[in-house]
């Protein structure tokens, strides 16, 4: 099949492998690559690439994400999550006693740029392999924090149980955050531990859930989003015409206009340089007054 984008809708007990070798049988090709993982338990929108634009996915993955969630307020687990073993629970008129002005404020300190420790069961690597497998040998993570924005940590609504609160939260972060590490230091705050009971990502950049597919029966090719929409929502698009085409095919530089009509010039970047008939030709970036590949797409795929 031609190369494109795919947006598909997780469903829960997959991890992001399990969806992309389904979609390598069902596109017929190996080259089929994601755009940021999901946990198993969790469900939501996964970007894929198939053919050429495997090439997009690094383009993709830093774009901001959206989450709702639910935070199960009693006590921690090893994971930061209902997979891991639960740790010490509070007790329960602790948790009975938090309110929702309670636990807004808190959420609130969790806003903004902050430092974030991710979960130890984490893919972040540590010393060339992923925590998770360091720790799954029996080795003690500790990772170190790293910044991420929390543009947004909102209630949504609470469901209290015997010795637990539920909230139910939405939360849009960039790229890097661990929700999971939310829901654990949200606990923390609150003095009563907590952890993630579910997980669905809503929306990756310009790409919204309410888009992608079901796995199941997924029709790849009615499906797939074309490179150049595709591009166009992730970055800053230029329109160039045939010569411009032909030059960056070639490894030249262009003039960093929008075209050979003389626009105002691109700003600084990666850059989706679309030419005729809607096709993605490259990603391009400033070099002084010209524009340089720096991911080409081949002809043949780039429409």
């Known amino acids: 099949m031609n190369s494109g984008i795919l947006l598909v809708d997780k469903p829960q007990g997959m991890t992001s492998h399990d969806v992309v070798a389904r979609i390598r049988r069902l596109a017929g090709t190996r080259k089929v690559g994601h755009a940021g993982t999901l946990d198993p338990m969790a469900t939501g929108l996964l970007l894929l690439g198939v053919e050429s634009s495997t090439r997009l996915l690094h383009h993709l993955v830093g774009l901001d994400k959206e989450y ?37 404020e808190r959420m609130a300190t969790l806003t903004g740029v902050i430092d974030q420790v991710p979960s130890a069961v984490s893919a972040v690597k540590v010393a060339g392999k992923r925590a998770y497998q360091r720790v799954r040998e029996g080795e003690v993570v500790e990772l170190a924090a790293r910044r991420v924005t929390i543009s947004a940590f909102e209630l949504l609504d609470e469901r209290p149980g015997d010795g637990w609160l539920d909230l139910d939260v939405r939360v849009a972060c960039s790229s890097g955050t661990y929700v999971r590490a939310l829901a654990r230091d949200l606990g923390a705050d609150l003095g009563v531990g907590g952890h993630l009971t579910a997980l669905r990502r809503t929306r990756i950049g310009r790409f919204d859930v309410a888009e992608a597919g079901a796995l199941e029966g997924l029709d790849v090719a009615a499906a797939r989003l074309a490179p150049a929409e595709a591009a166009r929502r992730a970055l800053p698009a230029i329109a160039i015409d045939a010569d411009a085409v032909r030059d960056l095919r070639h490894g030249k530089r262009i003039a960093a206009t929008s075209g050979a009509a003389g626009a105002e010039p691109v700003a600084d970047g990666p850059i989706a340089a679309i030419g005729p008939d809607d096709v993605l030709v490259a990603i391009v970036e400033r070099r002084g007054p010209q524009l340089k590949v720096v991911t080409g797409f081949p002809a043949e795929e780039g429409a």
């Open 68 to 104: 709702l969630a639910t935070i199960r307020l009693g006590w921690a687990t090893t994971t930061d999550d209902a997979e891991g073993e639960p740790l010490d629970a509070a007790p329960p008129a602790t948790v009975a006693a938090i309110t929702r002005e309670q636990a807004a």
